[in-house]
Nanobody
Framework: QVQLVESGGGLVQSGGSLRLSCAVS????????IGWYRQAPGKEREGVSC????????YYSDSVKGRFTISRDNAKKTVYLLMNNLKPEDTAVYYC???????????????????WGQGTQVTVSS
């Protein structure tokens, strides 16, 4: 059974840091790209970052580039999102997602991701 479970969210002051974790089960990180999406109240869902399976290439949205870092530990079956210099506009529920197809580069269409975690809330106070 495929599962993705996020953790690490919380309340942090502007300029602070958080590290989100996404523990996966039911499949191998060697095969599937994993992405992070976020959604704030009243706003559209936004793709934040992604890491591909085969070569570990990473993708970041312009809004987080230079501040967020995605990484993975295949042995621990966990993907991380380190978020530095957080801003109030980063406040959202963050979801980790699995690509619907194996062995391909990161894709930007959220419809291409077939499994989503339950989400973890990140709140950045000003």
């Amino acid at each position: 059974q495929v599962q993705l479970v996020e953790s690490g969210g919380g309340l942090v002051q502007s300029g602070g840091s958080l590290r989100l974790s996404c523990a996966v089960s039911g499949f191998s990180l060697d095969y599937y790209a994993i992405g992070w999406y976020r959604q704030a109240p009243g706003k559209e869902r936004e793709g934040v970052s992604c890491i591909s399976s085969s070569d570990g290439k990473t993708y970041y949205s312009d809004s987080v580039k230079g501040r967020f870092t995605i990484s993975r530990d295949n042995a621990k079956k966990t993907v991380y999102l380190l978020m530095n210099n957080l801003k109030p506009e980063d406040t959202a529920v963050y979801y980790c997602v699995r690509d619907g197809l194996p062995f391909r580069p990161c894709v930007v269409n959220p419809g291409e991701y077939d499994y989503w975690g339950q989400g973890t809330q990140v709140t950045v106070s000003s």
